[in-house]
């Protein structure tokens, strides 16, 4: 079922190639549901903090995973399996929103396999990176958010490429894919609550799950991990 109260397909702003910002995609009612689901997502995955292979330096950023895979990182290296690092329990099912949101936008005939759920405090970033941890890059990476707003950094396929960047508010998607699928990305900063971003706050009373820190921010990212099925 679609748990967006406006079934139309949202308005998008496309930010190069492959690259597709919906802005709003999740309405109020929309967003408080999602966070309500991922609240029990996380009492049953509890957040870790990944750490950088060979360092084993902390991610400034802890996170989790719902669906058949999750992405870890430790000093074994990036990767996917079935299973919570630290409780070695398998990860819980996606909830059916962010399954919605794949068949809306995805335009993917197979389902999304893991789900990340990164959760930012504020004065946290994400540096810019590539996905390609998976098999296969035919499917987009498709991005909901909740909470505060993220400005959004983007490039090229090479990291010296010039960058531009994007506001992520609360109840935005994005997808990456096509000719953006492998492009360098990352998280400047959040913007704090007071400011002037006045299209960005999150809807009054947006209670996020508890594992998230005052005035930080929420956002999924959805994959597939295996290649397309053989004809």
């Not at 998607?173 to 990352?186: K, M, Q, T, Y």
Request: glycine fraction near 10%; aromatic fraction near 6%; proline fraction near 13%.
């Amino acid at each position: 079922m679609d748990r967006r109260s406006d079934r139309r397909r949202p308005p998008l702003i496309s930010l190069a190639p492959g690259l597709v910002h919906y802005p709003g995609y999740l309405d109020a009612a929309a967003q408080a549901a999602l966070a309500a689901d991922l609240a029990a997502v996380l009492r049953a995955a509890p957040p870790f903090t990944p750490t950088m292979p060979r360092t084993a330096k902390p991610f400034s950023v802890r996170m989790s995973n719902c669906g058949p895979l999750g992405w870890v990182s430790d000093r074994d290296g990036y990767r996917y399996q079935p299973h919570h690092p630290e409780t070695g329990r398998p990860w819980p099912p996606m909830p059916g929103a962010i399954r919605d949101a794949w068949a809306a936008l995805a335009a993917c005939p197979q389902p999304p396999e893991a789900c990340l759920i990164n959760l930012y405090a504020p004065g946290t970033r994400m540096g810019l990176h590539q996905d390609r941890d998976e098999a296969d890059f035919s499917a987009p990476v498709l991005s909901l958010s909740l909470g505060a707003t993220a400005i959004f950094r983007f490039g090229g396929l090479r990291r010296g490429d010039p960058t531009r960047s994007v506001h992520l508010r609360s109840g935005d998607a994005l997808v990456i894919g096509g000719a953006s699928r492998l492009i360098f990305h990352g998280v400047d900063r959040l913007l704090p609550p007071a400011a002037p971003d006045l299209l960005g706050a999150a809807p009054v009373g947006l209670a996020l799950p508890e594992a998230v820190p005052s005035g930080g921010r929420l956002n999924v990212t959805l994959r597939r991990v295996s290649g397309p099925p053989r004809a």
